[in-house]
């Protein structure tokens, strides 16, 4: 009897968050190659699309009568989906989180948390969005059978927001299988239209993402560098080059761009002589993972997540507020770039960490999970 993993890709077919696209594609393509004997994968998806073009080698991919939007909305509420029992697992909280019996039909349901911005900054958001994640969340502790996160302080945080007991887990996310500079990369950037060698970092204008400390830091450091800065949703760049301005920093060094494909983004990342993490949000920082895996010098303020990701990977920053959280990034940008045996070593560092991060692993995790339940 073959055991079926019925994982949730609604992200494939209607995508809302270009990172959640990219994690749930890999994950499930890793689930797919990891499988073990006597399993496959099946998805579970929204109307429209076609997430098999994605995922080769699922078993299958199982429809809802409902579109994305539809979908989302019925399982707000919690009402019936269509899309019925089994191992479910969601790389978000986008799953049918109703009454199921785990004991006696093998149903299970896992969702996963990536970062806590619906708690902590909810005005980042649209009230509706919001009002989704945290109702999803109270239905999680009602009915999920285990909640996964990325790290154990991610966990612990969210422990504190919902009475989630012992079905907290714990398993990292990663980049992209196969993630690394392509051959092309100086092509893909002259598309691009980015220099070479610049100080990189990630975000837009929200608070949360702390792009006003980073690039104060580049202007605090002293580096007379380019700077580029990725994952800028579109029509929030005016804003991003009004805090550059507030910072100092001149017009002409700076390049803002926005959500890339994970060959041009590794193609950034190959010019790149360090890369700048001011955010202490509790969220997954995916593009320090980005910056590990290829040997990008790592250069983040001190939080809980930064501390268990990075750890020896990077120099990370502690202060006590904005202003000297800027300094201190700044003056540890410019020792890592002071010299290029200093260079060398933070990307030699960083490239050692980057090795523990891997969708294959997180795969095998997600498989033991739910032969546990």
Same mark, same amino acid.
């Given at each position: 009897?073959?055991?079926?993993?019925?994982?949730?890709?609604?992200? %494939?077919?209607?995508?809302?968050?270009?990172? %959640?696209?990219?994690? *749930?594609?890999?994950?499930?393509?890793?689930?797919?190659?990891?499988?073990?004997?006597?399993?496959?994968?099946?998805?579970?998806?929204?109307?429209?699309?076609?997430?098999?073009? *994605?995922?080769?080698?699922?078993?299958?991919?199982?429809?809802?009568?409902?579109?994305?939007?539809?979908?989302?909305?019925?399982?707000?509420?919690?009402?019936?989906?269509?899309?019925?029992?089994?191992?479910?697992?969601?790389?978000? %909280?986008?799953?049918?989180?109703?009454?199921?019996?785990?004991?006696?039909?093998?149903?299970?349901? #896992?969702?996963?948390?990536?970062?806590?911005?619906?708690?902590?900054?909810?005005?980042? %958001?649209?009230?509706?969005? #919001?009002?989704?994640y945290r109702a999803m969340l109270k239905r999680a502790v009602r009915f999920a059978d285990a909640v996964v996160t990325p790290t154990h302080s991610i966990a612990e945080r969210l422990g504190e927001i919902a009475p989630l007991g012992d079905r907290l887990r714990v398993i990292a996310g990663a980049s992209p299988l196969g993630f690394a500079v392509p051959t092309d990369e100086v092509g893909r950037r002259r598309e691009l239209n980015l220099p070479e060698g610049f100080v990189l970092l990630a975000g837009g204008p929200v608070a949360s993402d702390a792009l006003d400390v980073g690039l104060a830091a580049v202007v605090a450091s002293g580096v007379d560098l380019p700077v580029v800065v990725i994952d800028v949703e579109d029509g929030h760049e005016p804003a991003v080059a009004d805090l550059a301005a507030a910072a100092g920093l001149p017009e002409r060094r700076l390049h803002v761009r926005g959500a890339l494909a994970a060959e041009d983004r590794a193609a950034v990342f190959g010019a790149a002589l360090a890369f700048v993490a001011p955010s202490r949000l509790t969220g997954f920082p995916w593009r320090v993972v980005d910056a590990l895996t290829l040997g990008v010098p790592v250069i983040a303020a001190e939080s809980a997540v930064h501390a268990e990701v990075v750890v020896d990977g990077g120099t990370v920053v502690k202060a006590a507020d904005a202003s000297s959280l800027a300094e201190g990034l700044g003056a540890a940008l410019a020792a890592g770039l002071a010299t290029t045996s200093a260079a060398d070593r933070l990307a030699v560092l960083a490239g050692d960490r980057g090795r523990a991060f891997s969708w294959r692993e997180a795969a095998d995790k997600v498989w033991l999970l739910h032969a546990e339940l």
């Open positions: 009897m073959v055991a079926t993993l019925r994982v949730v890709l609604d992200q %494939l077919v209607a995508p809302t968050e270009p990172i %959640l696209a990219e994690a *749930s594609r890999h994950l499930a393509r890793a689930l797919v190659i990891g499988a073990p004997s006597g399993c496959d994968v099946e998805a579970i998806a929204p109307s429209g699309g076609d997430a098999e073009l *994605s995922v080769p080698g699922l078993a299958g991919v199982r429809r809802t009568a409902l579109a994305r939007r539809e979908l989302a909305a019925a399982m707000q509420l919690g009402v019936g989906t269509g899309i019925g029992g089994g191992m479910i697992h969601s790389p978000t %909280l986008f799953a049918p989180l109703v009454r199921h019996d785990r004991l006696h039909d093998n149903d299970q349901t #896992v969702v996963t948390v990536w970062d806590l911005r619906p708690w902590e900054s909810p005005g980042e %958001l649209s009230r509706s969005a #919001v009002g989704w």
